[in-house]
Nanobody, 125 residues
Framework: QVQLVESGGGLVQPGDSLKLSCTAS????????VGWLRQAPGKERVLVAAISGGGGRTHVADSVQGRFTISRDNAKNTAYLQMNNLNPDDTAVYYCAAHKAEIGVGTHAREYDYWGQGTRVNVSS
């Protein structure tokens, strides 16, 4: 069972950038699709971006298209979420999640089997 640990969250101002990291416990990291999901207070958990096991296929939510980029380095068992031009609507707890790569690239939280503990991102002036 893969274990995921997120890092990189924090308090930033509107317009700033942050890069989140998700490090996995397994060397078979490339056999997992990785997603970044976020949950704002009082709202459901939604997918922000996802990337296939080999990194060749990505999905980015319309709400962050052009500002957020997902990537991975399988040699380091790590996935990343680069977030640019942040605004207060991006304030949320961000979770790294994974599912087996053979089922494709999940776009809903229910498709993910393994979860990190979350890292908080607060965008405020």
């Amino acid at each position: 069972q893969v274990q995921l640990v997120e890092s990189g969250g924090g308090l930033v101002q509107p317009g700033d950038s942050l890069k989140l990291s998700c490090t996995a416990s397994e060397d078979t990291f490339n056999s997992y699709t990785v997603g970044w999901l976020r949950q704002a207070p009082g709202k459901e958990r939604v997918l922000v971006a996802a990337i296939s096991g080999g990194g060749g296929r990505t999905h980015v939510a319309d709400s962050v298209q052009g500002r957020f980029t997902i990537s991975r380095d399988n040699a380091k068992n790590t996935a990343y979420l680069q977030m640019n031009n942040l605004n207060p609507d991006d304030t949320a707890v961000y979770y790294c999640a994974a599912h087996k790569a053979e089922i494709g690239v999940g776009t809903h939280a229910r498709e993910y089997d393994y979860w990190g503990q979350g890292t908080r991102v607060n965008v405020s002036s």
